[in-house]
Structure formats: C-alpha cells, structure tokens
C-alpha cells in the first residue's frame, strides 16, 4: 500500500471542510473520511483535523496508489471485474503499514473510484468481484446484502464425508481469548441462522482427507470453517480452528513460524477456495468459475 502527498494551493484561514466541499469539489463523505483518517497537512507537515482554520497557502492529501504485483483480473466488464485471489493476500489494508493487498492491484488496474464488493479472509484464495466505479459498486454491494447471489467453495477437509449434509447451525462470537474466532451454539443460546450445504467429490484414503464443495446459504464470518470444525471436520491447514488458543492466537499475532504452522495445521494454508459465483446484474446472468481449481490436483 503507498500513500502519496499531493500538493493543493489553499485558502489560509478557511475552514478546512468547506475548502474540500467548494474549492476542491470533494463530496462531503470523502473529505470527512479524509480529515478523520488524518490525512491532510499542512506546508510543515502537522494533521489538519475536522473544524480547523487552512494554517497555510498549501496543503497536502495523503492519496492511496496502488501498487502491483503482477496480478490481473481473472475477467473483466465494463462496470466491475473479477479476481482470483491467491491464498496469503489481503483484500485490504488493515493499516497505513500494510505492505500489499487486493485494493493495491485493484486501484492499480481501475484507479480511485474502484473498490471491492465483498471480502474473503486473507487465507481463503479464490474470487473477489470488484466495482469499477461508484454506481456499480452501490449497486452490486446492495446485491450481496440482499442474498442476489450464488456462490460455492471447494475445501479439503479432515477425514471422510460420503454423503450430502446440511449444517444448521447458529453461529456466535467466541468472545474467549481470541477475538476473530467464532462458535456454534443452540439456537435457544442466541447467535445468528446460518445455513451450508456440504457435498463429498472425492476422497484420498492415504491421507484421510475429503475434498468437498460448501455451499453458504447465509453469510456469517467464518461460516464454513466453523461449520465444518463443528461436525469434526476441519478445513486442512486452518491455523485458527482445530489448534490451540495458544497457536492460534500466535498465529493471529504473526509469531507462530512458519515451520511450526506447517507441523501443528499440517499444512501451509488454509485449503479453502472461492470456486464460483453466479448473479444477475442489469438482467445479464453471470456463471464465473475459478481457473485455479487444478490446486488440489496434489492430494486427489
């Protein structure tokens, strides 16, 4: 992630929300989000903040550039695109301080006005759609807030799974050590409905491992994970269920190596992958599947 400061003849002594709305023709959401994320300066470089006088003839925005890597969309449309998500990246900084993630390459590729339309989970590689501009993004957030899609996982999974099952199961913060981590709780217990389909494909008898696709009917944070981890089979690689609070919580702190993630999860990532989505937007069908599915040619 790279920040650059970009350089603007001010009014001294103006009120630096009005100098955003009126002189730099700034909507009035974008210029609060900037001054409260403190990222305005003035000529010595000291934060402007929300209600405060121009100090000087200029000013200075810290605008977000992304940086690529050489990533692409797995498919582009004149209003939104599609990324396959490699496993280990970010959809989006978690501070000035992060280094990379999927924001970089989609501003990169679509500039400022680009954003994503929903997340996935750092570890989970797979697709992500993104809105090339405002309209759009407005539009196909509303979908997915709304349930107007279809979409399905491919997962290998701890020990053998032979038929089709429905997991219905509410799912609640943990609210233990860990503060990410969820559980599954009765339904007079509280928690939030949350519904996944499990379908068995294949099964490796050496390794006792099952590779199945998941189907989420509702979309709760760690929905599948926790889902199969409740019927006693867990995502392979999962550095967060399945393990000790201790490793996991290592992990979350990046403290566990990782050597000793690959000896306690037996693996290098958490085997979970976006594989498909299917939606409707300006009453054209979209079916869109992973290329990447060939990863798990090495354990089936």
């Known amino acids: 992630?790279?920040?650059?400061?970009?350089?603007?003849?001010?009014?001294?002594?103006?009120?630096?929300q009005l100098f955003l709305i009126q002189d730099l023709k700034i909507e009035p959401k974008v210029g609060q989000r900037l001054t409260s994320k403190g990222r305005i300066f003035d000529e010595n470089m000291n934060q402007i903040n929300a209600g405060e006088e121009i100090p000087t003839e200029h000013i200075f925005i810290a605008v977000f550039e992304g940086q690529t890597?050489?990533?692409?969309?797995?498919?582009?449309?004149?209003d939104f695109a599609i990324f396959d998500k490699p496993t280990h990246l970010m959809v989006?900084?978690?501070?000035?301080?992060?280094?990379?993630?999927?924001?970089?390459?989609?501003?990169?590729?679509?500039?400022?006005?680009a954003n994503l339309i929903h997340r996935i989970d750092a570890e989970t590689s797979g697709l992500v759609i993104v809105g090339k501009n405002k309209k759009s993004e407005i539009e196909l957030?509303?979908?997915?807030?709304?349930?107007?899609?279809?979409?399905?996982?491919?997962?290998?999974?701890?020990?053998?799974?032979?038929?089709?099952i429905m997991i219905d199961k509410n799912i609640d913060k943990e609210g233990l050590l860990i503060g990410v981590k969820m559980k599954t709780c009765e339904k007079s217990e509280g928690g939030k409905e949350s519904f996944t389909i499990i379908k068995p494909l294949k099964y490796n008898q050496e390794k006792d491992l099952t590779l199945i696709e998941a189907i989420p009917l509702t979309g709760r944070q760690h929905q599948i994970r926790i889902h199969l981890h409740s019927i006693g089979?867990?995502?392979?690689?999962?550095?967060?269920?399945?393990?000790?609070?201790?490793?996991?919580?290592?992990?979350?702190?990046?403290?566990?190596?990782?050597?000793?993630r690959f000896?306690?999860?037996?693996?290098?990532?958490?085997?979970?992958?976006?594989?498909?989505?299917?939606?409707?937007?300006?009453?054209?069908?979209?079916?869109?599947?992973?290329k990447n599915q060939d990863l798990y040619k090495e354990f089936f």
């Not at 992630?1 to 630096?16: D, E, N, V």
């Not at 709304?146 to 701890?158: F, P, T």
């Not at 290098?268 to 992973?290: D, G, P, Q, V």
């Open 1 to 16: 992630m790279a920040f650059t400061l970009r350089k603007h003849s001010a009014i001294k002594g103006k009120k630096i």
């Open 69 to 78: 890597r050489g990533l692409n969309p797995l498919i582009e449309f004149t």
């Open 233 to 260: 089979h867990t995502i392979l690689g999962d550095p967060i269920y399945g393990i000790d609070d201790i490793n996991a919580e290592n992990y979350l702190n990046k403290t566990l190596s990782k050597e000793d």
């Open 263 to 290: 000896i306690i999860t037996k693996s290098h990532r958490l085997w979970l992958h976006a594989n498909y989505l299917e939606f409707t937007y300006k009453n054209n069908i979209y079916k869109i599947f992973s």
């Open 92 to 113: 989006h900084p978690i501070s000035k301080n992060t280094p990379y993630s999927l924001l970089d390459e989609i501003r990169y590729h679509f500039g400022e006005d």
């Open 141 to 164: 957030k509303d979908m997915f807030q709304e349930k107007k899609y279809h979409k399905s996982y491919l997962a290998i999974v701890c020990g053998k799974i032979d038929k089709e």
